[in-house]
Every structure is written in structure tokens, then in C-alpha cells.
């Protein structure tokens, strides 16, 4: 596994699985299955209704909890809500932390909610704190009436939208960049049937779905791709096994849309920043 290292110092695995739309009564069964394959970094959300199913998956493997890392993310708008959701999140979960929280997106009160993530953090309850869905305006604001810097956010990146103009901010502000809907969702046939991806697939004996990720975790984009098919599972965590050239990432860089899938947040919109 590689990882990317959070201006804080904690690590995290550049590619994990996510659990965005598994049903809670399947979550336990899906997540034990990525965590027998090798997975150590699993994503869930308050909102996904998954927590517990993550939880028991972990707690009834053969591994310490150290050995995982967890994101969450709030469903909450301002301090008092979301302090206590997050203890509520703690207790589905089973456990006494997580390993990353996140903003959801961005509400009415964003900067109270990070305040009481920032509690959290200095309280022990979760080892680092970032956003989600956040341009690099609403960043700045956060940054300027915050203490404890965010350490990631998670986007909507994808082959179609690679987020060329939020990057580079990230990059420069010390924040690492996470993909959701790495494969595009509705898209993702279309991207792996360009004739530029098949090829790579075949140069590289791989999917065009590993080539999809891979040129993704290769610019230390964090990934988390959903399934609930073991051998897709399987088959996007051994997209780490192969290598994509410079000038290969840089070849598939033309096919940028810069727009979303479903245009949510509209906040996002590279022309509303």
C-alpha cells in the first residue's frame, strides 16, 4: 500500500473502499470482504448509514483497530449539532475514534462545525480533520478563522473532471486532494471505452478501471471506489500493482470535461471560484 502523509504527520492509504450507497444490511458482509482482500482504509459518512456496518466489520477481523484507517463525515450544521453527532457517529461505530473526519459539505455554519471537529481532534477523538466538497474560497474563509489546519478534501475527481483548477490549491496549501466518484459513476463506461484508456489497459495487462485509478493515486490523489462485487474490489486495489509513465498520466490529462456528474454542490463549479 502507499500513502500520502497530512500536514499534521498521520498517514493515510492512497486508495481505500467506500461505502457511498452500500444498504446498511449488507455493509458488515461488504466491508469484511474488502478487509480480507487487503483493504485498510475504509469511508464512510452519517449519512451513508454505514457506520456500524464498518465498525463490526473491523471489530470482528483478526486485526487492532490501529491497523485501519476510518474516515466519517458530518451530517450537521453548527458547533452544539455537530459535537454531539459525532459522539453519536463514535457509539454505531464501536469505537473511542476515528481516524479522519470531514466536513460533508459545506452549510449556514461551517465555521462552527470545523470548531467543533477542532475540539474533537484536541480531545483525541479523531486523529485529523478535513472537509469535503469545499472550493478554495470557502477554504480560505476556514483557514482564516481556524487553529488546526484541514488536511484533506474530497472532491468529485475523475478522468472527466480532474479538478485542474482546484490542484493545484490544494497542493500549495499543504491539503491533500481526495477523489469521490473516481470512476464518474453514470460515465464510467464511457471513460473506459476511450480508445486511449483500452490501450493502456492492454500495454499495461490491466482493466481500464485500474487504469482509471491509477492515474489517479499516481498524482497522489486519494481514492476511495465502491463495490459490492468481490472481484471488482479485488481488481481496484490491485490497480496499485502497475505504473503508469509521466507522459502516460499526461496523455489522458485532454480529456477533462471540467464539469460534474449531478452539478452538487454548485458551489464547486470551477467558474464560482
Sequence with gaps: MEHVTFNNGVQMPVLGYG?????????????????????????????????PGVGTAIANSDLARDQFFVTTKTQTDG???TAQGLDDSLRRFGGDYFDLVLIHWPTTHSLETYRA???????????????SNFNP???????????????????ETHLFWQQAKLHPYLATHDIVHESWAPLGETFGREMMALPEVTALAAKHGVTPAQVLLRWLTQ????????????????SNLAS????????????????????????????????RY
Excluded at 31 to 44: E, F, N, P, Q
Excluded at 117 to 131: S, T
Excluded at 227 to 234: K, L, P, Q, V
Excluded at 255 to 264: L, Q, T, V
Design 219 to 234: 498524482q497522489g490523489i486519494v481514492t476511495i471506489p465502491k463495490s459490492t462485487n468481490a472481484d471488482h474490489i479485488a
Design 137 to 155: 474560497d470557502q477554504i480560505d474563509e476556514l483557514l482564516a478563522n481556524s487553529h488546526v489546519k484541514p488536511v484533506i478534501d474530497q472532491v
Design 117 to 131: 471537529l477542532e475540539d474533537a481532534y484536541q480531545a483525541g477523538k479523531v486523529r485529523a480533520i478535513g472537509l
Design 19 to 51: 461505502t457511498f450507497q452500500t444498504p446498511p444490511a449488507i455493509t458488515a458482509e461488504n466491508v469484511t470482504k474488502a478487509i480480507d482482500l487487503g483493504y485498510r482504509s475504509i469511508d464512510t459518512a452519517q449519512v451513508y448509514g454505514t457506520e
Design 79 to 81: 458547533y452544539a449539532a
Design 240 to 271: 496499485l500493482d502497475f505504473s503508469l509513465t509521466p507522459d502516460e498520466i499526461t496523455s489522458l490529462r485532454q480529456f477533462d470535461r471540467h464539469h460534474s456528474i449531478k452539478d452538487w454542490p454548485q458551489s464547486m463549479r470551477e467558474d
